[in-house]
């Protein structure tokens, strides 16, 4: 299975790098020919659409000192995508996590979202949003969740891939800029109204998303105002297998001793060692997700020139996302159930290939459904005042000062079970990637389930997450002459973050139903499996509990009686609550010069900034018997130089060099002294936090030459290489209850015992190691040929990064490492895009390819590590000038309906396989 991904992966490359060879040797020869024939009558142009923004993102890039790309609004709020994140996977380097589908967090050359800061409108800033367990559920990291923006609010964004003293610290991937627009962008009053209707085949439902932008000058151009509007609403479905792991069978006390499987003894069945041992999926399961969505995005810009040497800028940003999330499940839950579930299943027959039990018919297996709601909204403001102003021709600064604030709410977070105990019959066939699964019982019946005090649950958990930054930088800028500009400046950073969760007491405690009350809170789930291609036979219909009929019917939210929720009193939700405040002050001092050496131009920055990080964190640990508040504080500092140059080697060729030191800080909910038990069904996992780790530092180079044969081509090679003194790894260990130091009144109210397995993590600095790679970038129109075919145009680019590091197996000195890539890193990205374009009609497709990537190493109940596979994803967007100011738009996202492939294992065991469907857009946008 791993060669025939390997070897698939191998030929789409392939194709890519023919495509890109052809590009580089063949076109670049062509334009080069037509550019020196057209040399002595230059002609000026004035391009729009695709193609204006095309160039202005190329001269950006052309123009700065260090790596920089950029992508560049289209017209007045008409950004090239509809998502941020989808725009920015176009940029070499840039690959993207899809949530539900759409885009929600970035990694840069092989580094995750944890690696890299994002600014907006030059403040950094963290976006949260919530998410399924399977796509990283709520997020309590650095990581920037980009869905959480409309992309109309934004005129420009720029991936900033090294470093300059100048720009603030905290990123070893790339710094991000987003820009809203501002009035004194444009020349002319301005008012766009653009009204899109948006369909996703699985949900199979119409939604409307509505922006507009007004824009307008006053008092000779030197007082402005903009507004801009964004409202969408989106509904869509993700369903597909989701099997929570593999585990080996001696796991949860073993399979029963009557079990029988050809060629293999109640001994070798029952193996708990984890290299020898036999495998089986842990909770084989099929999902369902019914996704509505409602997003608000408002901007407003106020600018104003009191002078010629004064601008003030007041932007304001708002977006509130509300999110309700439905769930349905069908498990098989007593494969990971000890007590009375796997010591009492007993196999009849099954298939191993390896070491996977991947076919087997079983007896005495208990069942679940379960029905979950979630009730998510995001709120996120800012607030940012920037004022240049120039005292003199030679003497100039700037400040910039602001607040923002991502709340997170997921007041309503619930789940109710019911079982089916002791189950005949049941079956299962994972020799395809969808699995067969024989249930040999009817589902929808009511009389076929139960709902049993002890046994099945009603989980009420809402949980809230807050983070604010206070930003405020100072600088000045002297032209010491027109070769040399000397910068220096002071910023300051106030980061706060703040975690709470309330559970119930005991979760398995509920009323026990007859036959009768069970139907009165139930239903049929039905149309399960629509374009999923599962496997004949399979369930496509359930009886599910009716959440809103059980609510009414039990009075489950009124914090009352057995349904009364804790906090920091409850071992699970207690390590929810986490606080951490931190606060980095920095100066710089940077040079910008221009110089001539060799019979070459030369331009560049070089500088130092300084930076103290005091960090306090706060969270509950066990203390002895006790569980107690405990707060944990450190401070660290350092001096990081940076350098970029860049050569002029040619009118249209230039080559970068550019070294630094930078460093990312630590994920923000790791930092936490305490620790959090967490049982959920027949999971059981312990994490704690670990308030000194220490950041990453890395020392970097890079290189590249770039050539730009026209104002909107350009065909770029980069090296890049990057020397890390340490990863930040979550650390994984299966260790039970009664070895961890912890009281065992913590597992009073559960179905837990002190003797259970619990997966256990940590946050730990590992070794660090070298990351290393190439990109290769061409973007060419072929004004050149004849007629029809001068209005084509191509991007490409293809990223190859690798780094292997160490991972640790424990903390224990001396212990074994695990080697392995580094986590989130995809070795092989590429992306192509296709676009024709004329005054009236412009259409473009495009295909981004992102190599499959770990997402823990290693990872549980013996598994050697935890990933995602490759992805493929094809777009398509068509527009149409009925007239000067009326366009109609259609765009087509995730054509191929291309599925999430996660797996556990290097032997690549299912672990989660879905989609989302194909979505269209229809849209009219108009410009008064």
Not at 118 to 132: F, L, P
Not at 206 to 217: C, E, G, I, N, Y
Not at 517 to 530: A, C, I, K, N
Not at 531 to 549: E, R
Request: charged share 20%; aromatic share 10%.
């Amino acid at each position: 299975m791993i060669t025939s991904r390997a070897d698939k992966a191998r030929r789409r490359l392939a194709c890519g790098v023919s495509a890109l060879t052809l590009l580089a040797l063949g076109t670049p020869v062509m334009a080069r020919q037509v550019a020196q024939e057209g040399s002595e009558a230059p002609v000026e142009v004035v391009v729009t659409g695709f193609r204006a923004s095309l160039q202005n993102a190329i001269r950006t890039k052309r123009n700065e000192s260090g790596v920089v790309d950029a992508i560049k609004a289209e017209d007045i709020a008409d950004f090239p995508d509809l998502n941020l994140a989808e725009s920015l996977q176009r940029i070499p380097g840039v690959a993207i996590t899809r949530v539900n589908g759409e885009g929600r967090q970035i990694s840069v050359r092989g580094l995750g979202s944890e690696y890299t800061r994002v600014r907006v409108n030059g403040m950094e800033a963290i976006a949260t949003s919530g998410g399924t367990v399977n796509s990283g559920g709520t997020n309590r990291t650095r990581g920037f969740d980009f869905n959480m923006f409309a992309s109309e609010l934004f005129n420009s964004l720029s991936v900033r891939k090294t470093a300059s003293a100048e720009v603030e610290e905290g990123s070893l991937g790339a710094t991000v800029d987003l820009q809203t627009a501002r009035p004194f962008d444009y020349k002319t009053s301005q008012l766009v109204v653009s009204a899109q209707a948006s369909y996703n085949d699985l949900a199979r439902e119409v939604t409307p998303r509505v922006t507009l932008m007004a824009s307008q000058r006053w008092a000779d151009g030197k007082l402005g105002a903009l507004f801009s509007l964004a409202y969408e609403k989106r509904h869509l479905l993700e369903e597909g297998a989701n099997i929570t792991r593999w585990t080996y069978g001696g796991a949860n006390s073993g399979f029963n001793t009557a079990s029988t499987l050809n060629g293999y003894t109640i001994a070798q069945i029952n193996n708990t060692n984890t290299a020898t041992a036999l495998y089986h999926p842990r909770i084989p399961s099929y999902v369902s997700y019914d996704i509505n969505s409602e997003r608000l995005g408002l901007t407003g810009s106020f600018q104003m020139r009191p002078s010629d040497a004064t601008l003030v800028t007041l932007d304001i940003l708002y977006s509130d996302v509300k999110t309700t999330r439905g769930e349905h499940q069908l498990q098989a839950i007593g494969f990971s159930r000890a007590g009375t579930g796997k010591p009492q299943t007993i196999i009849r027959s099954g298939t191993v290939e390896g070491k996977n039990i991947v076919q087997g018919v079983f007896d005495n297996v208990d069942l679940r459904t379960q029905t979950a709601w979630d009730e998510m909204e995001t709120e996120f403001t800012q607030y940012t005042l920037t004022l240049t102003h120039n005292f003199s021709e030679k003497l100039r600064g700037g400040f910039i000062g602001g607040y923002s604030q991502s709340e997170f709410s997921n007041p309503v977070s619930t789940i109710i079970t019911f079982d089916r105990a002791n189950s005949q019959g049941y079956s299962y066939d994972f020799r395809s990637r969808l699995p067969a699964i024989g249930l040999n019982f009817d589902v929808t019946n009511p009389a076929s389930w139960s709902m049993v005090n002890g046994t099945s649950e009603v989980r009420i958990r809402p949980n809230f997450v807050t983070n604010a930054f206070a930003t405020s930088k100072a600088y000045l800028e002297f032209d010491a002459n027109e070769n040399l500009t000397i910068k220096g400046g002071l910023d300051s950073r106030k980061f706060r973050f703040d975690s709470r969760g309330y559970y119930r007491t005991s979760e398995t405690v509920v009323q026990t139903l007859t036959a009768a009350e069970l139907t009165d809170v139930s239903g049929v789930y039905s149309g399960f499996g629509r374009n999923l291609d599962q496997p004949s036979g399979n369930a496509t219909a359930w009886l599910a509990p009716d959440l809103d009929k059980f609510a009414a019917k039990y009075n489950i939210y009124c914090n009352c009686g057995i349904y009364a929720l804790t906090d920091i009193n409850n071992s699970s939700a207690r390590g929810q609550w986490i606080t951490v405040d931190e606060t980095d002050t920095g100066a710089f001092l940077q040079a910008d010069f221009r110089f001539t050496a060799l019979g070459v131009p030369w331009r560049g920055d070089a500088g130092l900034r300084y930076f103290k990080t005091d960090q306090r964190s706060s969270g509950f640990a066990a203390v002895g018997a006790v569980i107690k508040l405990v707060e944990a504080s450190r401070s660290y500092d350092m001096t990081l130089p940076s350098l970029n140059l860049a050569a002029d080697v040619t009118n249209d060729v230039v080559f970068r060099v550019s070294a630094a030191e930078t460093i990312a800080r630590p994920s923000i909910a790791g930092l936490t002294p305490g620790g959090d038990v967490a049982i959920q069904g027949a999971n059981r996992a312990y994490s704690r936090g670990n308030p000194y780790i220490n950041p990453t530092k890395s020392k970097n180079l890079d290189l590249s030459l770039e050539w730009y044969p026209a104002p909107n081509s350009i065909y770029a090679f980069g090296l890049f290489y990057k020397k890390i003194d340490t990863f930040v790894q979550t650390l994984r260990q299966d260790i039970p209850f009664n070895q961890l130091g912890l009281p065992n009144s913590l597992l009073d109210g559960t179905t837990a015992t002190a003797t259970d397995i619990f997966a256990v993590s940590q946050p730990v600095n590992s070794p660090g190691g070298d990351l290393k790679g190439f990109e290769v970038n061409a973007q060419q129109q072929l004004s050149f040929l004849p007629g029809f075919w001068s209005n084509f145009g191509v991007l490409a680019n293809y990223t190859y990064v690798d780094s292997t590091i160490d991972y640790l197996t424990s903390t224990t000195p001396g212990a074994a490492t695990v080697s392995e890539t580094l986590v989130g890193l995809s070795k092989n990205a590429a992306n192509l895009t296709l676009y024709y374009e004329t005054e009236e009609f412009s259409v473009r497709g495009s295909v981004a390819y992102r190599e499959g990537y770990l997402t823990a190493v290693p990872s549980n109940d013996g598994n050697t590590v935890a990933g995602t596979n490759e992805t493929t994803n094809f777009d398509i967007q068509a527009s149409y000038n009925l007239t000067p100011k009326l366009k109609l738009s259609l765009e087509g996202i995730n054509l191929t309906d291309e599925f999430n492939d996660q797996y556990v294992d290097a032997t690549n065991r299912l672990n989660v396989r879905s989609h989302t469907g194909r979505q269209f857009f229809l849209s009219a946008r108009y410009s008064f």
